[in-house]
């Protein structure tokens, strides 16, 4: 027979044991906190590939109810909408009439190819007010084509038979360079610029609110802006890549990417030396790895809160 002298310590040490375990769980996801103010919508997370699961780059920064969005991918405004009660979502900021306000951190088509829908589906649906977008030098000049490749369509809803109001389609369009760009009572932004290839004006972007900081890399290759701008943020949302993945690439395509995107390897350095209570991967290059591998790379230099998002994950 065993003991009750046995039986209590195996009693006390599993009770220890569960004590302990708990405790390293609560320590470990204390860390970081959903907020009734600020939530982030990961609206798309993917990259030109033509992923069915994971949109075109975009962010939503819902705050009190405000939707201020950053890059508008193919499907942003579906995916906006999907968030929303109307369509089961939860996010009430992102009832797509709401969607006043964009931030464009570069001129790439798989982060800007959804502007016309931006400008044109939230009108249709009620929208009256101008959208305000801020982006690079050569935002202004996009969208004047925008607007003026679907101006039948502006004057057949104005004019015809299903007339609507002559304000929601109409877009304030400013070119940006670095400093703080917007400023109301929800958000102060500001602009960075990051090394991304041979772009010449491509920006990330940091939102302060009334309760977080978060910075968003936009596609970047590692530099010292995007640390700089992300020490103790709150969440990081950054752009990745599978080195183990490129890796077995051939030597041109090893050249692109290192020069224009971040690998899992270096955002995990990048992310040790700034802190962010949360890291969020978006924009993922798989290039036939998992998220597991990816995830691991990062580990290897960063040993903070990190997840790969979803599309409409919500943080």
């Given at each position: ?236 949302i950054h752009e990745v890549y599978s080195k ?72």
């Amino acid at each position: 027979m065993i003991s009750s002298t046995r039986i209590t310590r195996w009693l006390f040490t599993l009770i220890c044991s569960f004590y302990l375990s708990a405790t390293c769980y609560c320590a470990e996801t204390a860390a970081w906190e959903r907020s009734a103010v600020t939530e982030v919508v990961m609206l798309g997370t993917g990259t030109p590939f033509s992923d069915p699961q994971r949109s075109g780059p975009s962010v939503a920064i819902v705050v009190n109810d405000t939707p201020y969005l950053v890059d508008f991918g193919p499907g942003v405004i579906r995916r906006a909408a999907a968030a929303s009660p109307e369509y089961g979502g939860k996010v009430v900021g992102l009832d797509v009439a709401n969607i006043r306000h964009a931030f464009l951190t570069h001129l790439h088509s798989d982060h800007s190819v959804g502007y016309p829908d931006l400008i044109f589906s939230p009108w249709t649906l009620g929208r009256d007010k101008p959208l305000e977008v801020y982006g690079p030098e050569g935002t202004v000049q996009m969208t004047k084509h925008v607007l003026t490749a679907w101006g039948e369509d502006v004057r057949y809803r104005l004019y015809g038979l299903e007339p609507t109001n002559n304000q929601g389609w109409r877009v304030n369009a400013h070119d940006i360079s670095e400093g703080i760009i917007y400023k109301d009572e929800n958000v102060t932004v500001e602009a960075f610029s990051v090394r991304h290839g041979s772009w010449p004006n491509a920006f990330g972007y940091r939102f302060t609110t009334p309760d977080r900081v978060i910075v968003i890399s936009g596609d970047a290759a590692p530099s010292e802006s995007v640390e700089k701008y992300s020490l103790g943020a709150d969440i990081l949302i950054h752009e990745v890549y599978s080195k183990k993945g490129l890796d077995e690439r051939d030597t041109f395509w090893k050249t692109y990417h290192s020069n224009n995107h971040t690998s899992g390897v270096e955002l995990g350095k990048i992310a040790e030396r700034a802190r962010p209570k949360l890291l969020i991967l978006y924009h993922i290059l798989f290039f036939g790895s998992d998220e597991e591998q990816i995830i691991d790379e990062i580990k290897q230099n960063f040993d903070g809160n990190v997840v790969m998002a979803n599309d409409l994950d919500v943080y």
